[in-house]
């Protein structure tokens, strides 16, 4: 057991566990923070994708002692505005096209897609089609073309 | 009995000529409360005309949806709704919520009947109500279909109570109110909300009143497209599974499975030191293997790893693809009907294992104490779970509470309670609350399948009619032993269906005949094969749909006509027709393509629903062979339009929604995902060896259109498009390809994955993610 310090959606956060622990667990088993999704453990599925500085993750094949306290983990729970409370626009969109189904997955396609725009972004160019070929984020109710639709719509007021 | 009837609008006709009344009751309670019976009523057989008619078979006479209907009339609880003195409404969903909508879709029932705004109906899952006997299993399509009087009827009861009240109190007849937006009004000005009524409204006994349902004409909300009521929980995490729930002291569990479906434990010969590992609290022996508990799940899979067990035999420790093929073919029923003096197609179709397996895998939480037990999960079969978890615990059944949570995803997989009985099982042995949680690799690997099935089919053709079409389907037996069973096969016995089992009934009930094809006769077989089985979304109907349609494109070829002139003049309705017109319409049937691409169009009936979709498929090979790290790319459907008639569409936002999840199934069972039985277990144990439609699979142009109203009625459309789109996209492949496909999905041939091994029976989670940041 050893102590590790880190800040998730904006709050500093310590907790006790062994090094070896996966952050996906350290959040969702020891701080409750549940929106990051189990659905495979091995970084295929992508329902647990969550953001470090800024970038697409997926916790549950990140050691937490790789985790540094300069680190900021943000999960679907922390991408809203923390001042006004109001949703960021692909939460707006995902609404708009009404895209979730069961929704597991959902809040890793948010997340995902996110970091899919700006990552297209700082390449100087819009998400296409291309794009949403490389998003490997499962959905087993096949909610996929809504999820395009959707990225699309936020992309326009991002 | 009192008569409660609600005001009557201007140029509205007399309810006693034109409406049907409706059965309810007022319920005693200290706020206005009322209720329905479950029940339905039975639809009239389908006439059928032009070519050569077919008897009408089973399912055209009585379908899967309507035989749960009838068994549920004579037994059935009641349903109720409360009115709260805030306004709002509440009610408690007999059916399972698993992503298809049921909680909006019964909202909307509730807030058009009433005239409230939806956002003060609340919905939610009821827990199991032994008294509900069969009428709380969601499955078959059945939901709306079975409760769309029963809830509008308990809605229209408050109503007419409402303006009863308002217009006593008031001293004015209650036909003068008129009521909008959760408050009554009369014709002076005299304004009250619903909840300012709650208490006045209140019944001080229980009992039976009559009520009239709103005509459609009148219907605002219903047929409206509308956003899921938990699509905000959904965006912002706050929606909750099982495993989102906080349970005192409910660890996280696993198991540690066998490297064979149904193996059992002989001994371990480590138990102390993986006892003795950081986190763990619990290691014990149960049937299925052995159960770990620990501070975290990254800590159970450790110690699930770490076992060292030694292994008895499973049930069907020798199976592989090919022996399970062997037995079927050799169990295949014959055909009957030779080919004299007419041409025929004979033509076999072999279907591979398939996996129901949702993203959310199986999971409950149990806190199993001396005298009860607390069960919590996405459970379709509510009253079964809670039986056989009192049977197995030996315990009474009002005893054990079983709670049924918002499930992420179903396809079949939850109408077994298969995680429940386990937790349950765990938490008794451990004397603890557990959180179990099966690995992605136990849920692929021994989570329940939709089985292997082979479809034989011979259609005999003479002077430009089809004389006789037959279908012999004979699959790996399909477990339904989720309790509705008995009452099933006992409504079944009186229907003109014969003396036949359960799985039968289900096929005959289900599998109609909309082609006038003469002489018609489908039957299946089943081998009784020891594998974890269940229904998957659609059932039978997407094997042996697609079979039937893979042949209707070859009788087309044979009798020289295009393979949708040809389906519009077999098809036996003008309802039939408008779907499969409409989508060759907006899909514009018969475009240039270029070689290597091409069109197909199929069509499917059940649930009292049509659908229609028309597919365009890229089988080139700068398209096949696209490189994509560990998936498979393979033809890819460009382009699917799917038309849906759901006879009366409540939610055409939901039913849309679930239409494009039908279609994106379908890709999948015609394309690349099956399971690999090999030595008496799937080798398939990650999404990305099970390969499910993928953001690279799927359709880039992919439009629904659904159909307006055509009977007043909803059918069933939750899974109806699966058959139609499987169809769709084998019947492109073919006409692209050249060759009618046979085996599918049509990549099983080749197996595109490296399997991971069976012991330790789940994978360790890598440890490389941050050099995958994007
Ligand atoms: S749970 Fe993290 S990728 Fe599947
Ligand atoms: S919405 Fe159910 S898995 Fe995506």
Redesign the interface.
């Known amino acids: 057991m050893s102590q590790h310090t880190f800040t998730v959606n904006g709050k500093q956060v310590t907790v006790d566990t062994d090094d070896k622990v996966r952050l996906l667990w350290v959040l969702r088993d020891l701080l409750g923070i549940t929106g990051p999704k189990y659905g495979c453990g091995i970084n295929v599925c992508k329902a647990c994708t969550s953001h470090i500085n800024g970038k697409a993750f997926n916790p549950c094949s990140v050691p937490v002692s790789a985790i540094g306290p300069d680190d900021e983990i943000t999960t679907i729970e922390g991408i809203a505005d923390p001042a006004t409370g109001a949703l960021h626009p692909m939460q707006e969109a995902w609404l708009e096209q009404d895209v979730a189904q069961c929704g597991y997955c959902q809040p890793g396609q948010i997340m995902a897609a996110i970091a899919k725009v700006k990552q297209a972004r700082s390449e100087g160019r819009e998400i296409s089609d291309a794009d949403f070929d490389e998003i490997r984020n499962i959905c087993r109710c096949g909610t996929y073309s809504r999820i395009r639709d959707a990225v699309r719509t936020a992309a326009a007021k991002m | 009995m009192a008569h409660q009837r609600r005001s009557r609008r201007p140029g509205e006709q007399s309810p006693a000529l034109e409406r049907r009344r409706f059965l309810g009751y007022l319920l005693a309670a200290p706020t206005l409360a009322v209720a329905a019976r479950l029940g339905g009523d039975l639809a009239a057989p389908a006439p059928a005309s032009a070519a050569i008619p077919s008897l009408p078979g089973p399912a055209d006479i009585i379908d899967l949806g309507d035989a749960l209907t009838l068994a549920a009339a004579p037994t059935s609880g009641l349903i109720a709704i409360q009115l709260n003195r805030d306004g709002s409404v509440s009610f408690a969903v007999p059916r399972a919520e698993?992503?298809?909508?049921i909680t909006t879709t019964i909202a909307m029932l509730i807030a058009e009947e009433l005239d409230l705004p939806l956002s003060k109906v609340g919905v939610n899952l009821a827990d199991a109500r032994p008294e509900l006997v069969f009428n709380q299993l969601t499955g078959g399509s059945n939901s709306v279909r079975s409760l769309f009087h029963p809830v509008r009827t308990a809605a229209a009861v408050a109503r007419a109570r409402l303006l009863v009240t308002a217009a006593e109190q008031w001293k004015v007849d209650p036909a003068t109110l008129t009521m909008s937006e959760g408050v009554i009004r009369s014709r002076s000005g005299h304004t009250a909300s619903y909840g300012s009524l709650a208490e006045a409204a209140a019944s001080p006994r229980t009992e039976e009143v009559s009520a009239t349902l709103k005509d459609p004409s009148e219907f605002t909300l219903i047929g409206r497209p509308t956003?899921?009521i938990?699509?905000?929980?959904?965006?912002?995490?706050r929606?909750?599974?099982t495993?989102?729930l906080?349970v005192p002291n409910a660890l996280?569990t696993m198991i540690c499975r066998p490297p064979t479906i149904n193996g059992t434990v002989r001994s371990v010969a480590n138990l102390a030191e993986v006892t003795a590992m950081?986190?763990v609290t619990d290691v014990v022996t149960v049937s299925s293997g052995v159960a770990v508990r620990a501070?975290?799940?990254?800590?159970c899979?450790?110690a699930v790893r770490a076992l060292r067990v030694d292994w008895g035999p499973g049930t069907v420790d020798g199976e592989t693809d090919a022996s399970v093929e062997e037995k079927l073919r050799a169990a295949t029923l014959p055909l009957a009907v030779p080919p004299v003096l007419t041409q025929s197609i004979d033509a076999e179709f072999v279907f591979a294992f398939a996996s129901n397996?949702?993203?959310?895998?199986n999971c409950a939480i149990a806190d199993v104490r001396p005298d009860g037990a607390e069960i919590w999960s996405g459970l379709k079969s509510p009253i079964v779970a809670q039986e056989q978890i009192a049977a197995m615990l030996g315990l009474p059944i009002p005893a054990v509470k079983v709670h049924v949570v918002?499930?992420?995803?179903?396809?079949g997989r939850k109408l077994f309670s298969d995680a429940a009985l386990e937790a349950a099982e765990v938490s008794k042995a451990m004397g603890k609350p557990v959180k179990l949680?099966w690995?992605?690799a136990d849920d692929s690997r021994h989570g329940r399948t939709h089985p292997m099935s082979i479809s034989r089919i011979r259609a005999n053709y003479a002077l430009g009619n089809v004389v006789s079409y037959e279908q012999r389907h004979t699959s790996v037996t399909t477990d339904f032993g989720h309790g509705l069973g008995e009452i099933l096969t006992a409504v079944a016995a009186k229907l003109p269906v014969g003396d036949v089992g359960f799985s039968q009934t289900v096929f005959l009930l289900s599998q109609s005949m909309p082609y006038n094809f003469g002489a018609t006769t489908q039957l299946l077989n089943e081998v009784p094969l020891k594998f974890h089985t269940a229904s998957m979304r659609n059932v039978y109907s997407p094997n042996v749909v697609c079979a039937r349609e893979l042949v209707i494109d070859q009788l087309a070829a044979k009798m020289g006509q295009d393979p949708l002139t040809f389906r519009r003049g077999f098809l036996k309705e003008d309802r039939f027709r408008a779907v499969l017109d409409k989508a060759a319409e907006v899909g514009e049937w018969g475009r240039e393509l270029p070689d290597g691409m091409a069109q197909g169009i199929a069509f499917h009936w059940e649930y009292k629903s049509a659908s229609a979709v028309l597919m365009e498929i890229d089988c080139r090979p700068e398209t096949v062979n696209r490189k994509?790290r560990?998936a498979v790319a393979g033809p890819r459907v460009t382009r699917a339009v799917a038309v849906v008639d759901a006879g009366l569409p409540i939610n055409p936002?939901g039913l849309e929604?679930?239409t494009?999840?039908?279609?994106?199934?379908g890709i999948a069972l015609a394309l690349t995902s099956s399971l690999h039985i090999d030595n008496g277990l799937p080798l398939e144990a990650?999404?990305?060896n099970y390969f499910?439609?993928?953001?690279?699979n799927?359709?880039?142009e992919?439009e629904v259109v659904v159909m307006p109203a055509t009977t007043g009625e909803p059918g069933g459309a939750g899974e109806l498009a699966v058959a139609s789109s499987f169809a769709a996209a084998a019947c492109a492949y073919g006409r692209a390809v050249g060759q009618m496909p046979t085996r599918f999905p049509i990549n099983h041939g080749t197996l595109s994955f490296e399997p991971k091994p069976k012991v330790p029976p789940?994978?360790e989670?890598?440890?490389?993610?941050?050099a995958?940041?994007?």
């Open positions: 698993v992503g298809q909508g956003t899921r938990d699509a905000l929980d959904a965006v912002t995490g929606k909750q599974f495993l989102d906080q996280p950081p986190g501070a975290t799940f990254g800590q899979i450790d397996s949702a993203l959310e895998t918002t499930g992420g995803g179903s396809f949680m690995h992605r994509i560990d936002r929604a679930q494009i999840g039908c279609v994106n199934d990650s999404w990305d499910y439609t993928r953001q690279w799927t359709p880039p992919l789940v994978p989670s890598p440890v490389d993610g941050l995958y940041t994007f």
